[in-house]
């Protein structure tokens, strides 16, 4: 059994995005919103799977320039880019929509 902590005005709650979902705060702050672009697939292995969800492959993938010159390999590195620009946007939304008063991103200045 887990005991939460009771909620207190004056507390600063810190998480991770993917634990704030289906909460709401008054005051939300969002720390280096800059980095790499939306479209980063995951690094480690690649794992190509069919219609039904077996997996067909999976594949240490060599650098992006070799693979885009196979058309199986560059096929499934466009479909993990657009998967992962996918979650990178969901996510996105899940942090600026917790706040209920102000909401704060941290950027740098251009």
């Given at each position: 059994h887990r005991v939460r902590e009771a909620e207190s005005a004056g507390v600063v709650r810190v998480m991770t995005i993917h634990k704030s979902k289906g909460l709401g705060f008054d005051v939300v702050l969002l720390p280096e919103l800059?980095?790499?672009?939306?479209?980063s697939p995951r690094e480690g292995?690649?794992?190509?799977?069919?219609?039904?969800?077996?997996?067909?492959?999976?594949?240490?993938?060599?650098?992006?320039?070799?693979?885009?010159?196979?058309?199986?390999?560059?096929a499934h590195l466009a479909a993990a880019r657009e998967e992962s620009a996918?979650?990178?946007l969901s996510l996105l939304?899940?942090?600026?929509?917790?706040a209920k008063r102000g909401l704060y991103a941290v950027v740098e200045p251009v």
């Open positions: 800059e980095g790499g672009g939306l479209d292995l690649a794992v190509a799977r069919d219609g039904a969800g077996a997996v067909r492959w999976v594949l240490d993938l060599p650098p992006s320039r070799f693979a885009a010159a196979d058309p199986v390999l560059a996918f979650e990178a939304y899940v942090a600026l929509t917790r």
